[in-house]
């Protein structure tokens, strides 16, 4: 295999796993209420540092997000869904920089 066709997994060595551990894409591990704020967060930071949305100082991310769609930026829905479901919580409905601000 030539070097431009190689893959930057091929670098890594391989682990074979018993049947026992394997993992199959239609299984499904339930997840805790921390797993998934988890989760959830990292799908909202990176909503938030995605620059292709506009800038997110001063406006909730629900705002931002009505803005891209407004705009035809195609903001991914999940964002607006996990927002909407914690719409009384600060962390999900304020964005990353929301603390900076009393910096300025």
């Given amino acids: 295999m030539s070097s431009k066709n190689r893959l930057i997994t091929s670098s890594y060595r391989t682990t074979k796993q018993s049947g026992s551990e394997r993992k199959f894409a239609n299984d499904v591990k339930p997840?805790?209420?921390?797993?998934?704020?988890?989760?959830?967060?990292?799908?909202?930071?990176?909503?938030d540092l995605n620059w292709e949305y506009g800038p997110s100082?001063?406006?909730?991310?629900?705002?931002?997000?009505?803005?891209?769609?407004?705009?035809?930026?195609?903001p991914s829905p999940r964002v607006r869904?996990?927002?909407?479901a914690h719409s009384e919580d600060e962390q999900y409905v304020q964005c990353l920089w929301n603390d900076y601000k009393n910096l300025i």
């Fill in 31 to 47: 997840s805790t209420s921390k797993d998934q704020f988890e989760q959830d967060m990292v799908v909202l930071k990176e909503f």
């Fill in 81 to 84: 869904q996990i927002v909407e």
């Fill in 57 to 74: 100082m001063g406006i909730t991310r629900l705002e931002r997000w009505n803005r891209a769609e407004k705009h035809g930026l195609n």
